[in-house]
């Protein structure tokens, strides 16, 4: 699932993810995680997450990818939130071909901004004050969105409207999913 900061990832992750039987697995779950676990490497996470920087690569890369693997291993997941940079998707599909594991689709759920931001608000996590969903829209409009042609050129891109009620995104993403 690809999609700006409050574009529906999560809601969406955990319907498709029950629908298929496979595994949610949402980046920033598990690294708020490891935030709550109150380790040094938590508060390092912290940092980033309070001022709505990306993580860093390789700190994402270490927690995730380990978890993807065993899912995998047990029949498939759905990956919210990650791969968020253009290397982060190349490291990811460079194990996953060694593994011999591939994405089937990404769905990228496309939001205005104002929509995003008006949901960011109303839904109050501490990361979501003005300033810092402002910051994250950036981000996510500088360094994220060049994943959506990434997965366009792999041919594997679905995109889809994401300002709809979140029954109909579900049923769109069931219709147009190239699964059996
Ligand atoms: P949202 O998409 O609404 O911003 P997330 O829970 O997906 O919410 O992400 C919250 C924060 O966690 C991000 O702002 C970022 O700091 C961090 N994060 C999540 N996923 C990644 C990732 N793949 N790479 C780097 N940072 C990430």
């Known amino acids: 699932m690809l999609a ?3 574009g529906g990832k999560g ?3 955990e319907r498709l993810a029950a629908r298929y039987h496979i595994e949610h ?3 920033g779950d ?3 995680a490891e935030v709550d676990s109150g380790t040094p490497l938590g508060r390092d996470i912290a940092g ?3 001022h709505g920087d990306l993580v860093p690569d390789q700190i994402v890369f270490d927690l995730l990818m380990p978890r993807v693997a ?3 291993a047990l029949g ?3 990956l919210d939130g990650f791969p968020r940079t253009l290397r982060q998707a190349e490291q990811a599909f460079d194990v996953a071909r060694r593994l011999d594991f591939a994405l089937d689709a990404a769905i990228y759920l496309k939001v205005p901004d104002e929509v995003l931001t008006e949901r960011m608000l109303s839904r109050g996590r501490p990361d979501d004050t003005a300033e810092v969903i402002r910051h994250r829209l950036e981000v996510f409009a500088e360094t994220t969105s060049p994943l959506i042609e990434y997965y366009r050129d792999r041919g594997i891109l679905l ?3 994401g300002n709809q009620p979140p029954d109909a995104i579900t049923a769109e993403i069931e219709a147009r999913l190239p699964l059996a």
Do not use: C, E, K
């Open 48 to 50: 980033y997450q309070q």
């Open 70 to 72: 065993a899912a995998a």
């Open 76 to 78: 498939g997941y759905l």
């Open 11 to 13: 809601t969406q992750g």
């Open 25 to 27: 697995i949402s980046s």
């Open 4 to 6: 700006a900061p409050g």
């Open 159 to 161: 995109v889809v409207d």
């Open 30 to 32: 598990v690294l708020r």
